[in-house]
């Protein structure tokens, strides 16, 4: 099948012959590792929500409703479903719909784990919709810090409001608006950016990817302009956490650099050592596609 190239299992996804080559060429001897990632099928995996429930009346409801469980080893709250139920069975469950658990990837849920929000801190979410971050770092603060949330596509932003109201998170300011157009007098202690990417990490059997050089070329600009906005936001000593689900160091390593040659300091991201990790630049980290994880990159910055 011209242009694209195939990962050798009929099931498997046909990937963008550019995206292969890209790949191939970036990481030489984790190639496989790659492929054998994008290959899997994840197990569904989900997020306790201490706002609405405890862990444990969470864990006896799913075991009542057939649902085994573990928790992952970084992380009690983050759940894997151990018995192969998928996505579409848990979203019946009253449980999900009452807001005590929200489904997940155990990727996306580390960048407010190293975002570490904490009571009365002040905290902007660039990009937030649908809300699984939002609603996480609400969580780990107890509801105490101050989370703005910004999403600028209406439906994206009708999406960000319903799960904010599911989860309890009540006190997070959400704003319809592109982050871009804040204003630079404000300034948070933390920021969130989930920047809008290729999504080359994502990739699971069934899927097909939307790659094309323009439009890496159109994700690259943007991401400059959010994380140059981004740092213009955030206060002096502030922490901000970037993150992407590419393994793309176009998106990466090399947006991050940009910013490092323009003033921001790298504050080194740690990972548990059962995550595998790509190459990337010292001080920041890269998940591997895996059986557990989506592919997705990491990296913590400071003024």
Partial sequence: MSGVCDMQDETAEMLPEQLCRRL????????????????????????????????????????????????????????IVKNGIREHSIEELPLYRRGEIYLQSLSSMLPPILLHPK???????????????????????????????????TGRFERLKF??????????????????????????????????CTGSGTISPGTRIRFSEEYLSRCTRLQEKLLDKALRLLRKGGTLLYSTCSVLREEDDCIVARACKNGARLVPVELPSEISLLPSMDGTACVCPGELYEGFYLAMLTV
């Avoid at 937030?128 to 101050?146: D, H, V, W, Y």
């Fill in 24 to 79: 191939r060429e970036t990481y030489p001897e984790h190639y496989s590792m790659i492929e054998d990632g994008y290959r899997a099928e994840r197990p569904v995996t989900m997020r306790i929500n201490p706002i609405k429930g405890t862990a444990a009346q969470v864990r006896e409801t799913l075991a009542a409703c057939g649902v085994e469980v573990r928790s992952a080893e970084w992380y009690e709250d983050a759940l």
């Fill in 119 to 153: 009571a009365g801190e002040n905290i902007l979410d660039m990009t937030a919709a649908p809300g699984g971050k939002t609603t996480e770092m609400f969580a780990l603060s107890e509801g105490k810090a101050l989370i703005t949330a910004c999403e600028r596509d």
């Fill in 163 to 196: 799960n904010l109201e599911r989860q309890g998170a009540t006190r997070v300011n959400a704003l319809h608006t592109d982050a871009l157009r804040l204003d630079d007098a404000l300034k948070f202690d933390k920021i969130l950016l989930d920047a809008p």
